[in-house]
């Protein structure tokens, strides 16, 4: 179920042609689609890392051979995009299913290990709940697999951060590069506009007996019994990941075009949700128990 509308200003793939250019990552007019891939079997990591970040390449590798598709792609898989508004293979990008670079990291991250980024690749490059970061001077030497690769038109202004993709070790990373191309893994490229590296493996996990979901929706009221007309605890602003620890059968709830009476009950906040706040394909949430 999908229910967020992305706009062109959230878009993780590459802005501009010119800046495209001097990253190596252009969109030729004339590329065809084309795989440009290693073989599955070398998308994996190369060296030793946690099981966290490990699962984050996994994750990202399962998707192999996936199309480029400027501002497609979601925590849940692929997407259609939409249409570069430069021109050239990305023109016709919202016929095609598949993944730009910020959104195959944000699957990658929430598949692999429950880790909640935001979209655009300069918004992830400047995340909070980063547990180290790596500055272009130091290069690939302290990365593990599973870190994000950063470009910049400017390498000292995080703002400017126009690609990223996943560290495999060894020099290799997955990305999804430019419109034309499939998911791939490539060498890394230290040009002039690689910016760094974050680390985020190492975060916060689900506790036990809980199930990680993401959120959707503004200013969404969590209660303090499963019901609208119970007194709120608290409201999440935007969408946010929260731990399911069980759900009910409750007060029918009509809004935003879904009509459902499941809530969860969240501990981290001892309150209650709607499901329809919930994104996931399902009303009824898959592997929660009944309260």
């Not at 990658?108 to 180290?132: C, D, F, V, Y």
């Amino acid at each position: 179920m999908r229910r967020t509308h992305r706009t062109l200003a959230v878009a993780g793939g590459l802005l501009l042609a010119t800046t495209l250019s001097l990253t190596g990552t252009a969109m030729a007019a004339s590329s065809p689609l084309t795989s440009k891939t290693a073989a599955p079997a070398d998308c994996r990591p190369l060296a030793g890392a946690p099981a966290q970040a490990q699962a984050i390449v996994n994750a990202a590798c399962s998707q192999i051979g996936v199309p480029y598709s400027w501002g497609g792609g979601s925590i849940h898989g692929p997407t259609y995009g939409q249409d570069y508004p430069g021109g050239g293979p990305g023109a016709h990008d919202s016929q095609v299913k598949g993944f730009d670079c910020s959104h195959l990291v944000q699957y990658a991250a929430w598949q692999g290990a429950g880790i909640a980024l935001p979209e655009g690749s300069w918004n992830q490059a400047q995340w909070s709940g980063a547990t180290a970061r790596f500055s272009r001077d130091q290069g690939l030497a302290p990365l593990q697999p599973g870190d994000l690769l950063l470009w910049a038109s400017n390498p000292n202004n995080l703002n400017s951060v126009h690609h990223i993709a996943i560290y495999l070790g060894d020099g290799k990373m997955i990305e999804a590069r430019e419109s034309g191309t499939l998911v791939m893994v490539s060498d890394v490229r230290l040009n002039g506009q690689y910016a760094g590296a974050l680390r985020i493996a190492g975060t916060e996990q689900p506790p036990t007996g809980t199930k990680r979901f993401m959120t959707w929706g503004t200013n969404v009221s969590l209660r303090q019994e499963p019901g609208t007309g119970k007194p709120p605890v608290t409201r999440l602003p935007g969408p946010t990941a929260v731990d399911v620890q069980c759900q009910v059968h409750a007060e029918t709830v009509t809004a935003e075009g879904y009509t459902n009476d499941a809530w969860s009950y969240l501990p981290k906040y001892k309150a209650w949700i709607s499901n329809i706040y919930i994104d996931d394909p399902a009303a009824w949430l898959p592997g929660v128990p009944t309260c």
